[in-house]
Structures are given as structure tokens and as C-alpha cells.
């Protein structure tokens, strides 16, 4: 490459007409008009010559196109095209321009197939959204840092641990998301946040759940016939967990059975399995009870639009001034099968649409226990519907 000449000044290049004009060593001013031109860098590798634009004129001053005239004639002599160069890292810098909010909301796009509804309820971002995003939202996701989780995690760390521990799991996935998209970020942010914040004194406590011996008298005290209490007794009866039984349609049920679908059952990673629940005689009679306040099939409606929510049945416990929740109903219905009768474990464990066993021991065993369940749950309806002293003897 030729020795530079620094052929043009100031003056020179702001009085010369439309043409090309050479300052030497490759750089160019092209003129258009008097007074608007552009620069150009020609350069020569592999044989073959490039033209390389450098910024308009006069917005790029001659000193400026000089700096970066010298700057990609390094490149070249490093043996790299240098319009390549550029070309890559622009790319660069637009990937690791991606704020962490986008990136959220793409991570929680990607995963929704896995959630329950698709995430419709919003349970998965929301730990994001409340307490990440406010803060680090508008950061680059390649400049989070371990100080940068630790600074916005810190206030909710112990008071709110459950909440924190959820946050800083979302963010762990997003981070592994934008990864896989090919951005340039700290795969170990996370966990080393973690180190920083140091362990969570708070200490999870499980939902409180009702003794089963005490399910009989508030069951029948469930007896104002209203949508909320409705759907507290089939929730008892059927033992199901309270999302479905709130979604529950009048289409999923043939007979005695309700069949849940698939992507409603919380923890079932295979989409195509329904779920089966039996329904005893006194489920039955709820239902049949219920189906008049149906709205659009749905057989516990909102008071305006949707299905009744969780938070309805658990203020109504709340009046009373009870301190169980209604996921607590599964505990007592599994306590009752634990202490009152000789039910197989899987088929206790089934009757909560949990997964019993391994891939391969699903695989090769095809039942779910419908009948089974269908004689455990008609003496669990039993035991709800009679009086406490006499439950107490029912067994095996």
C-alpha cells in the first residue's frame, strides 16, 4: 500500500468540485455536489480491489477519516477483508445490544408449550416482571453481571425468599436462552449471585392443609349452594388440584369420568396424555348442581368473564377465619388413604396425578387404576359426607 500523502486539507477538500479527490494511501473524497461528498477507503486483498465507505462528508471531518482510513488498513494488513470485518462486528454489537426484557419475553415464548394453559396465568413471568425487569429490563443482556442479579435480588432474598428463589431461576433460563441465540453473555451470572446473596434464612413452609378427620364438618357446612362453595366440595371430592377444577368444562365429562387435558395437569411434561379422575356418586350430584350456573361450558364462571379464580375459594376459607387453603385438600385426602386403608402406593399417587415411576416403568405400564381409584374415591365421599365419629372406623 502506498506511503501517506495527506494530499488534501481542511481547506482543500471543502472547496473542491464533484469528482474524486485522493488524499493518498487509498482514501478518497467523492463529491456528489460542491458541498456533500463521502469518503472511501480503497484497499486491495486476495487480489481483488474494494471500495470501503467511511461516512458522509462534510459530517465526517478529514482528521476523522483519517483515524479510520488507518484503522481498517491495519485489518487489511492482518490479512482480513476489512469491509467483512466491519460487517462482523456490527453483527456483534447488534446481538449484544438485546435488552433483557426482549429476551424475557422470547425465553418465555419459546417455553409456553411446556406450561400449564401455555402460560396464559402468567405464573412463569411474573417473578420477572415484578421483581427483575424493573431493574435490569432495559440493560443489555450481555452486560448482566453476578453484582447486577445481587443488587436487584438482595431486597426480596430473605423476606420474600420463595418469590427470589423463583426469580433467579427464571433468570437463569433466560440467560441460557440468550446464549443459545448466540449473544455473548455470563452463563454463570446466576449462580454466582447466589454466592453473593448467601444463603436464604427464610425456610419454605407447605400450604396448610385441613386434618381429614376434619374435612366431614366443613364439607357439609358447604351447603349455601353458591358457585364458590360448589367448587370447594368437588375440589374435596375429587382431589384434584384447583386449576383444572376451575377450568373444568362440561365437555370433559362422559358419565363418571372427568377427563382432564393434558397441558392442564401441572409436572406432565408429555403433552398428549389426558388425565382420567373418577367421579363419585356425590361428585356427581355437585356437578349436576353446578351445571346450571355453567357459563360457555364452563362449570364454576367468573363473576364478570373467565372461571372462578383460586384466590375466591381461598378468601372464602379466609372469612372463616381458617388458616388452610384449598391445595390443602390433597394433603387430607392422602393422609385419609395413608391412615385409613391398605391403597397401594401407586395407585395413591396416581389418584393425585402424580407420575409414579420411571420412562421405562411408564412405558411398560400402561393403567391408570380407574377402577381402583373409582372404589377409593366413592369411600373418600363416603368419609366426607358422614359425620366425624363415624368416619373414624371406616378402614380397609
Known sequence: ???????????????????????????????????????????????????????????ISLSEARDEADKWRAVVRSGKDAIKERERQRDEQRRNQNILAD????????????????????????????????????????????RDIRDTLAPIWHDKADTARKAMNRLS????????????????????AKALLGKQRHKPQNIPAMAWQDVPAFYQSLSGGTITELALRLLILTAARSYPLRHINLEQIEGDVWTIPAEAMKGRKDATTD??????????????????????????????????????????MERREMAERPHGFRSSFRDWVAETTN???????????????????????????????????????????????SIRHITA
Open 275 to 316: 388425565f382420567r379422575v373418577p367421579l363419585s356418586q356425590e361428585a356427581q350430584s355437585v356437578i349436576a348442581e353446578a351445571t346450571p350456573f355453567a357459563r360457555d361450558g364452563f362449570l364454576f364462571p367468573g363473576v364478570r368473564k373467565g372461571v372462578i379464580s383460586d384466590a375466591t375459594m381461598s378468601r372464602f
Open 1 to 59: 500500500m502506498a506511503r501517506l500523502q495527506n494530499k488534501l486539507s481542511k481547506a482543500k477538500a471543502e472547496a473542491a468540485p464533484p469528482g474524486k479527490h485522493s488524499d493518498g494511501a487509498g482514501l478518497w473524497l467523492y463529491k456528489r455536489e460542491k458541498k456533500k461528498g463521502q469518503w472511501v477507503l480503497r484497499y486491495t486483498i486476495y487480489s481483488k480491489r474494494h471500495e470501503m465507505g467511511l461516512g458522509r462528508f462534510p459530517d
Open 173 to 192: 433460563i433466560v440467560m441460557r436462552h440468550a446464549a443459545a441465540l448466540g449473544l455473548d453473555v455470563d452463563l454463570q451470572a446466576t449462580e454466582k
Open 103 to 146: 429476551v424475557a419475553l422470547d425465553a418465555f415464548e419459546s417455553r409456553k408449550a411446556e406450561l400449564k394453559g401455555d402460560g396464559k396465568a402468567g405464573r412463569w413471568f411474573s417473578p420477572l416482571e415484578l421483581h427483575v425487569l424493573p431493574k435490569l429490563g432495559k440493560t443489555p443482556v450481555s452486560e448482566i453481571d453476578q
Open 343 to 389: 391403597t397401594p402406593w401407586d395407585v395413591a399417587e396416581t389418584a393425585l396425578g402424580h407420575t409414579v415411576g420411571g420412562s421405562v416403568e411408564r412405558a411398560y405400564r400402561r393403567t391408570d387404576f380407574l377402577e381402583q381409584r373409582r372404589a377409593l374415591t366413592e369411600r373418600w365421599a363416603y368419609a366426607a359426607t358422614t359425620t366425624c365419629d
